[in-house]
């Protein structure tokens, strides 16, 4: 960037005097900067902002690891109540997931297949128990207009998904294979959306 | 006439109303703020390697039929306009070479021509990558928070909408701030914009985290021997820490830089912040020769077709 100070220099020097091509290097007038009777130190404000700067830095650090230690047990006990509440308002095909998981099956790891069937299959359970409540075909077809998509399925999606270690790999999840027919064709339940997620911020974060 | 050109008014904003050329000797204003000297290598050789890395990062996404998707769309256009940087500084640094030994002559009014261009240039690269930081952001974000919708959210007409849309309006800025750098108001408009990308990347990185601490901690209060917990964590903090602190750290000080312009151009103090000018110009090329590390290198997929590539070129 200091060059175009010199292009700048030599720019007006050529255009105020047609001499010959001379360089000078010159400072400049500091007319309206007065720099007397200063009581603070001049580099104040530089050495302010660069310790603010790191100063910051440091404390995003330490306030982004106590988040991570600190934390309410007492939120799990509520949740598995909670879990009970919303399954009884969505309802999966539990043999759709399969097909899903063919579209999805390169990017999981072994371990995520059986434990997401395990997931799966404790979700079957809990639905099994709950179907006197339901009408017929609660496992055999997707209504996807009685799955709720709101924010609080989260929680018990992921209360089933945390069963397993979600495995840190790294993967090409929103390749171009994954087109947007798979997913209107056979539209997954909500539970590979928060497994999504779980893989996702993973993914991103470590 | 005013000879001022932008990238000076910013290095001596004090000028600003005067627009002259009166020249005092060296030993008058030797006593203030020295300011630092960086020299030209060091702006060739980050330069250098932020267009070999960058030049990379799009090689393999180009070459690998995985990468082709709007996630790794954005990266590849994060790395371009950071390629965009470095050229633009590899060549102000070659024209300032040329210039100086005599070997390129030219007239007066070209070379300000050219000074404009290359100083259009900087701004629309520097505009563009802080546009394609905050929209990985939002891309990321949308990856977990939408996930199952992500395919009918983020389509990629949206992406090259998205894209060639940035880049117009980077173009546009920048040929609106050069033609009047003088405004304050145009300052104003960067400095906004700045904290407009802050202030999103902060909240949606710190969204993120926040889900995926509350995914640790549930798996960590399932489990018996909570050993995935704290380290998991860690390594978010960390990760996020790096995200934002570069940020912090590459962009702040430039924009601090404008603020101080914008607020006090003649303050003695504020002069000496800008008597660091070529620091904050040297950080923002770290900037891009950072963010191919933390953004593009994190993806295992495109680590491995990057020593493809690396390893069929040689």
Same mark, same amino acid.
């Given at each position: 960037?200091?060059?175009?100070?010199?292009?700048?220099?030599?720019?007006?020097?050529?255009?105020?005097?047609?001499?010959?091509?001379?360089?000078?290097?010159?400072?400049?007038?500091?007319?309206?900067?007065?720099?007397?009777?200063?009581?603070?130190?001049?580099?104040?404000?530089?050495?302010?902002?660069?310790?603010?700067?790191?100063?910051?830095?440091?404390?995003?650090?330490?306030?982004?690891?106590?988040?991570?230690?600190?934390?309410?047990?007492?939120?799990?006990?509520?949740?598995?109540?909670?879990?009970?509440?919303?399954?009884?308002?969505?309802?999966?095909?539990?043999?759709?997931?399969?097909?899903?998981?063919?579209?999805?099956?390169?990017?999981?790891?072994?371990?995520?297949?059986?434990?997401?069937?395990?997931?799966?299959?404790?979700?079957?359970?809990?639905?099994?128990?709950?179907?006197?409540?339901?009408?017929?075909?609660?496992?055999?077809?997707?209504?996807?207009?009685?799955?709720?998509?709101?924010?609080?399925?989260?929680?018990?999606?992921?209360?089933?998904?945390?069963?397993?270690?979600?495995?840190?790999?790294?993967?090409?999840?929103?390749?171009?294979?994954?087109?947007?027919?798979?997913?209107?064709?056979?539209?997954?339940?909500?539970?590979?959306?928060?497994?999504?997620?779980?893989?996702?911020?993973?993914?991103?974060?470590? | 006439?005013?000879?001022?050109?932008?990238?000076?008014?910013?290095?001596?904003?004090?000028?600003?109303?005067?627009?002259?050329?009166?020249?005092?000797?060296?030993?008058?204003?030797?006593?203030?703020?020295?300011?630092?000297?960086?020299?030209?290598?060091?702006?060739?050789?980050?330069?250098?390697?932020?267009?070999?890395?960058?030049?990379?990062?799009?090689?393999?996404?180009?070459?690998?039929?995985?990468?082709?998707?709007?996630?790794?769309?954005?990266?590849?256009?994060?790395?371009?306009?950071?390629?965009?940087?470095?050229?633009?500084?590899?060549?102000?640094?070659?024209?300032?070479?040329?210039?100086?030994?005599?070997?390129?002559?030219?007239?007066?009014?070209?070379?300000?021509? #050219?000074?404009?261009?290359?100083?259009?240039?900087?701004?629309?690269?520097?505009?563009?990558?802080?546009?394609?930081?905050?929209?990985?952001?939002?891309?990321?974000?949308?990856?977990?928070?939408?996930?199952?919708?992500?395919?009918?959210? #983020?389509?990629?007409?949206?992406?090259?909408?998205?894209?060639?849309?940035?880049?117009?309006?980077?173009?546009?800025?920048?040929?609106?701030?050069?033609?009047?750098?003088?405004?304050?108001?145009?300052?104003?408009?960067?400095?906004?914009?700045?904290?407009? #990308?802050?202030?999103?990347?902060?909240?949606?990185?710190?969204?993120?985290?926040?889900?995926?601490?509350?995914?640790?901690?549930?798996?960590?209060?399932?489990?018996?021997?909570?050993?995935?917990?704290?380290?998991?964590?860690?390594?978010?903090?960390?990760?996020?820490?790096?995200?934002?602190?570069?940020?912090?750290?590459?962009?702040?000080?430039?924009?601090?830089?404008?603020?101080?312009?914008?607020?006090?151009?003649?303050?003695?103090?504020?002069?000496?912040?800008?008597?660091?000018?070529?620091?904050?110009?040297?950080?923002?090329?770290?900037?891009?020769?950072?963010?191919?590390?933390?953004?593009?290198?994190?993806?295992?997929?495109?680590?491995?077709?990057?020593?493809?590539?690396? #390893?069929?070129?040689?």
């Amino acid at each position: 960037m200091s060059a175009l100070r010199l292009i700048s220099n030599r720019t007006s020097q050529q255009a105020l005097s047609n001499s010959d091509y001379t360089w000078d290097y010159e400072y400049y007038e500091y007319g309206p900067v007065s720099f007397e009777g200063l009581k603070a130190h001049k580099y104040s404000i530089v050495i302010g902002f660069w310790v603010g700067l790191a100063v910051f830095v440091i404390f995003m650090f330490f306030v982004l690891t106590l988040l991570t230690k600190t934390g309410a047990p007492h939120q799990d006990n509520a949740e598995p109540s909670e879990k009970r509440f919303h399954m009884n308002s969505f309802v999966t095909d539990f043999g759709r997931p399969l097909e899903s998981e063919r579209v999805f099956s390169r990017q999981m790891a072994e371990e995520s297949q059986s434990l997401f069937h395990f997931c799966i299959n404790e979700v079957e359970h809990m639905n099994k128990a709950k179907e006197s409540h339901k009408g017929p075909g609660l496992e055999s077809n997707i209504h996807f207009q009685e799955v709720p998509r709101s924010s609080g399925m989260f929680e018990e999606d992921l209360h089933c998904l945390t069963k397993f270690n979600i495995p840190n790999f790294v993967n090409t999840e929103q390749n171009s294979s994954l087109g947007e027919d798979d997913l209107l064709i056979s539209e997954p339940p909500i539970i590979l959306e928060s497994k999504l997620a779980t893989q996702s911020s993973h993914r991103i974060l470590d | 006439m005013s000879t001022l050109d932008p990238l000076r008014l910013l290095r001596e904003p004090w000028n600003a109303s005067e627009g002259n050329q009166s020249n005092i000797t060296a030993g008058a204003s030797g006593g203030w703020c020295q300011g630092l000297d960086i020299p030209n290598e060091l702006f060739l050789a980050l330069g250098l390697v932020s267009l070999v890395e960058n030049l990379l990062v799009v090689a393999a996404i180009l070459k690998n039929r995985n990468l082709h998707s709007p996630t790794y769309y954005f990266i590849c256009c994060l790395a371009v306009s950071d390629m965009l940087v470095s050229i633009s500084n590899l060549a102000e640094m070659l024209f300032m070479l040329l210039l100086e030994h005599g070997v390129l002559v030219m007239r007066p009014s070209i070379v300000r021509h #050219m000074d404009n261009v290359i100083d259009m240039l900087i701004c629309s690269s520097v505009v563009s990558s802080l546009s394609f930081l905050g929209v990985i952001a939002v891309d990321r974000y949308i990856t977990i928070f939408y996930a199952l919708r992500y395919h009918s959210i #983020m389509t990629l007409q949206r992406a090259v909408v998205t894209m060639a849309s940035i880049w117009l309006a980077s173009t546009v800025s920048s040929t609106i701030l050069i033609t009047y750098y003088q405004s304050n108001t145009i300052l104003l408009c960067l400095i906004s914009f700045f904290l407009f #990308m802050l202030v999103l990347m902060l909240v949606l990185y710190i969204h993120m985290f926040a889900l995926a601490r509350h995914h640790l901690h549930s798996i960590s209060s399932q489990q018996k021997p909570p050993t995935a917990h704290r380290s998991g964590s860690l390594k978010g903090a960390v990760t996020l820490t790096i995200l934002l602190g570069v940020f912090f750290i590459c962009w702040g000080p430039f924009f601090f830089h404008l603020i101080l312009i914008v607020t006090c151009p003649t303050n003695p103090f504020c002069a000496c912040f800008f008597s660091y000018f070529n620091l904050f110009l040297i950080l923002i090329i770290c900037n891009s020769v950072i963010d191919p590390l933390i953004y593009a290198f994190r993806s295992q997929e495109l680590r491995r077709t990057l020593r493809e590539v690396v #390893m069929c070129s040689w």
